[in-house]
């Protein structure tokens, strides 16, 4: 059943209908995030509970045969009836201390949970405990969920890092002010963050995740953070309650996003503005001319989101506002407000919002309006290609280095490549 619901907030997006829909989707699941995650986080291994599709799932979406000693694993669960639970406890055991035995180098081990019947009888979050018991203080055992039941591609990562909050230490009232930038992100692009918010004179900035689950940063009151993903509302929960201050502010796409998100930084840690924006000028103008490049390419074609990886409206906000792009529907799969209002309040107005998605339908308003680039999961792609429609995988998106003004024109190619390539086959 589809409804549309207004937004709350008052300005000319928020008050545009939200087309809200709860039919068939098509995603992918949250164990994907396993494959950023685990390359982020290299004293981490992650071990699926789950079944022959978990493990195929997790084996193409790396796209690379591995030769070296992964960091992810499947321990694949068997059908059982209830009274064979037991078993299935000692089994899940024995695999990890056959695992931390012949990988010593190993410090936290993620238990990630599953949608088969037989894993979603496992008491997960249990098993950590009695593990982790067993196994400290040489190795932490956490656990989250990446279920397609409960979780859609990148909300994976959402519960990853929300189960590392409860661990990081506690930093007093007292302590001095430090911020916490949230998300995984490429190492060259926090290095990137690192070096600007040095020059701007922030320097007790830390990463979640950092590059070793042992270096987890310290918070508290005087806790100041920036999401840098849109799809993080239980991790930006966890810390709230841990009393940590959300920082407010558009996402670090493009030239209006970086900015603005390093604004709401340097304003709550007094940096003058006169010195932000000599900082930034040189940033700015480089990513700007990037951008031309691609303006001449992209402006007035139209483009299409359907609903994948919640990355959906700082995108569409960073194509229609940079680079002149017409939007035709931004479907999201989940609408965080709160986190959103700037960016539902930058997006041109008038734009169509969809929220959740009933794949059918959302096809046939694809095929209504031909755009001229669609954004979709894999599985709908190449059917889309096939009725001459081009199209972006959302996935690439998460995968690439796509934050921070050096990364602006890449963003950019990324949308203009497809469009490109049609062209030439057209000719
Ligand atoms: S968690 Fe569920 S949706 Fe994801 S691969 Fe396993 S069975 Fe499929």
Known sequence: MNAIAPLSAAN????????????????????????W???????????????????????????VMIFAEPRFATA?????DLAGLADANEELDRIVDQLLARRPEIKSLFLVGSCPSEVIKLDLSKAAQRLGAKHAPHVRILNYSGSGIETTFTEGEDACLASLVPIMPSLAANAPKNLIVVGSLPDIVEDQFRRLFAELGITNVASLPERAVADLPGVGPNTRFLLAQPFLGDTAQALEERGAVR??????????????????????????DSHFDA???????????????????????????MPDSQLEVPLARFLANELGMRLVEVGTPYL??????????????GVMLSEGQDVDKQLD???????????????????????GLSTKWAIELVFSPIHGFDQAGD?????????????????
């Open 12 to 35: 000319a997006v928020d008050c545009a209908p939200v087309l809200k829909e709860r039919g068939q989707r098509e995603v992918f699941c949250g164990l994907t995030g396993i494959i």
């Open 37 to 63: 995650l685990h390359r982020k986080m290299q004293d981490a291994f992650f071990l699926v509970v789950g079944s022959r599709t978990c493990a195929h799932l997790l084996q193409s979406a790396a796209g």
């Open 76 to 80: 694949i669960m068997e059908e059982r």
């Open 247 to 272: 920082l407010d502010a558009l996402f670090p796409f493009g030239v209006e996003g970086t900015t603005n998100w390093l604004h709401a930084a340097a304003a709550e840690f007094g940096v003058a």
């Open 279 to 305: 900082v930034l000028r040189p940033y700015q103008d480089r990513a700007t001319t990037a951008l031309a490049h691609q303006r001449a390419r992209l402006e007035g074609r139209s483009i299409f989101f």
């Open 336 to 349: 965080h407000r709160r986190h959103l209002a700037q960016e539902l309040a930058a997006l041109p107005a």
């Open 365 to 387: 308003r694809v095929r209504a309006a031909k755009p001229d680039l669609t954004v979709c999961g894999l599985g709908l792609a190449n059917p889309l290609e096939a009725e």
């Open 411 to 427: 963003l950019a190619e990324l949308f203009a490549r497809p469009l490109r390539r049609r062209d030439v086959l057209r000719v």
